[in-house]
């Protein structure tokens, strides 16, 4: 029952922005959310979370750069990525937590960024 469409991946300039979007269908308790990214022949990381009470985290290389949002009623989570690098091309996935070992993740959307 549970899907996560995410959109807003694409091709941009350095220095340009970007809008992820993640909603979430099937979900009726969220404990959180986020975004992780993952760069060709890397390790996912974690990019940004987003707790039920709005306690947020980032990933010390986008901070200042992007913001994670989050619209309850829709079950979406955003990620506003703006001054962005070459350093951030990657597939970006969302994921959800609605237990301590519940969690749901997007089909993963490219972000690629030009010098």
């Known amino acids: 029952q549970v899907q996560l469409v995410e959109s807003g991946g694409g091709l941009v300039q350095a220095g340009g922005s970007l809008r992820l979007s993640c909603a979430a269908s099937?979900?009726?308790?969220?404990?959180?959310m986020g975004w992780f990214r993952q760069a060709p022949g890397k390790q996912r990381e974690l990019v940004a979370a987003?707790?039920?009470?709005?306690?947020?985290n980032y990933a010390n290389s986008v901070k200042g750069r992007f913001t994670i949002s989050r619209d309850n009623a829709k079950n979406t989570v955003y990620l506003q990525m703006n001054s962005l690098k070459p350093e951030d091309t990657a597939v970006y996935y969302c994921?959800?937590?609605?237990?301590?070992?519940?969690?749901?993740w997007g089909q993963g959307t490219q972000v690629t960024v030009s010098s």
């Open positions: 994921r959800i937590r609605t237990g301590a070992y519940s969690v749901y």
């Open positions: 099937g979900i009726f308790s969220i404990y959180s």
């Open positions: 987003i707790t039920s009470d709005a306690s947020t």
